[in-house]
């Protein structure tokens, strides 16, 4: 039997859509939402309608109706933690993300706009890979200060899915391999993979800056920018997630064209460039402790990871920790829909969410 699910994967300037019959990919299609466009609402929630219908019309424009899907499966949003994996989209969690997420981010509209979708036609709504897996074994969970303890926000499903995937190229199995893995996207994080599980992960705020963010900055200092200087919040917050990293440096997060900036010789666009790799492989150095460096592979993946600049500056410096594979691009969409297909099929748990 075919079943026909559609993957939905809102980023913040875009919503990547897909349709797949089983494993078969019928169309993908990235939705832009230009930055004038974003700007008139105040949160991402907002843009839930905007969304949604924008998704409604490419469908219908396909020669698609909702009636003739078996299910629609979004990215999971910024929810309390959770385990990995497939569950359901349900009230409890229609609400929390609604009302009370973690944080305010365009993954939250995938389980919201695929909840609704998926309603109106009677069909179930998943999510899958939140960025909230998590796995952390409690010494990850002390961070130095008991107000804050340590939690996992990730590119959980684009890491674990070229995990899978290279564990199948060497024809082992995931949980019988240990991976570092490292998703160079406009935002960065890494995450060592012990067991089948993420036993503990860098996160946006925690390491290496990227294209759009901050990453770990001097924690006195960053107090002072707050109360000294006083940005207000929202400020501060663009500071360190949307107008951190090589946008604050260099004013733009497109990495080719920093790279077009170092081979017309400007210096100060290497300088940064390379900082941005030195400290992904710092990163990578500090999750080999974690499991003592017994590490079968390293690997890059996600948009960044097509630079052959970049991934040379970083493997140089870790290729001593483990092989490293580079894995370019990213494989959200059908990772989505691949686990929405094997709770279909019956093959994996779906999870009921209890906030
Ligand atoms: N061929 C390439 N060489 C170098 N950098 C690239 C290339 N293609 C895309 N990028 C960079 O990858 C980053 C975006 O990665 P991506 O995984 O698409 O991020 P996101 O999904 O978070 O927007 C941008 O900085 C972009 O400039
Ligand atoms: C690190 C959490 C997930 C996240 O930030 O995703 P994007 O980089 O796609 O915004």
């Known amino acids: 039997m075919d079943y026909l699910i559609l993957a939905i994967n809102p980023g913040s300037t875009s919503t990547k859509i897909a349709l797949y019959a089983n494993e078969k990919e019928i169309f993908v299609k990235t939705i832009e939402h230009p930055a004038y466009e974003i700007a008139k609402y105040n949160k991402v929630s907002e843009q839930f309608e905007m969304r949604k219908e924008m998704v409604l019309t490419f ?3 396909n020669g698609f109706e909702t009636g003739q899907l078996s299910a629609v499966v979004g990215r999971g949003g910024m929810l309390p933690s959770v385990k990995s994996g497939a569950y359901r989209v349900n009230n409890q969690m229609v609400e929390r993300l609604k009302n009370n997420p973690i944080t305010d981010h365009a993954s939250n509209l995938g389980a919201l706009v695929a909840y609704e979708i998926a309603n109106s036609a009677g069909i179930p709504s998943y999510i899958y890979d939140s960025v909230r897996v998590d796995e952390l074994e409690d010494i990850a969970r002390i961070s130095g200060m008991p107000d804050i303890p340590r939690t996992s926000t990730s590119h959980a499903l684009n890491s674990r899915a070229m995990a899978i995937r290279a564990a199948k190229k060497y024809g082992r199995k995931y949980s019988d391999m240990t991976f570092i893995v490292a998703h160079l996207g406009g935002g960065i994080s890494l995450s060592v993979h012990a067991k089948g599980s993420m036993v503990d992960i860098i996160a946006d705020d925690e390491g290496p800056f990227s294209p759009e963010r901050a990453g770990r900055v001097p924690c006195k ?3 002072d920018l707050c109360y000294k200087v006083k940005y207000d919040r929202t400020t501060m917050q663009k500071k360190l997630r949307g107008n951190g990293g090589l946008k604050a440096y260099l004013g733009t997060t497109d990495a080719r064209i920093v790279e077009n900036l170092i081979e017309d010789g400007n210096y ?3 300088l940064i460039y390379e900082a941005m790799a030195y400290q992904v492989a710092k990163g990578i150095g500090e999750l080999a402790t974690v499991v003592k460096g017994k590490v079968d592979r390293i690997i890059l993946t ?6 052959p600049l ?9 290729e001593f920790i483990a092989p490293v594979e580079i894995m370019p ?8 829909a691949f686990g929405a297909l094997r709770v279909l099929e019956g093959k994996e748990e779906l999870k009921e969410y209890v906030d």
């Open 329 to 336: 691009g990213e494989n959200e969409l059908e990772s989505l």
């Open 302 to 307: 996600g948009g960044l990871a097509q630079s």
């Open 221 to 223: 200092d960053l107090i």
């Open 310 to 318: 970049l991934t040379k500056w970083i493997k140089d410096r870790v």
């Open 59 to 61: 469908l219908k424009n």
């Open 268 to 270: 100060e666009a290497k």
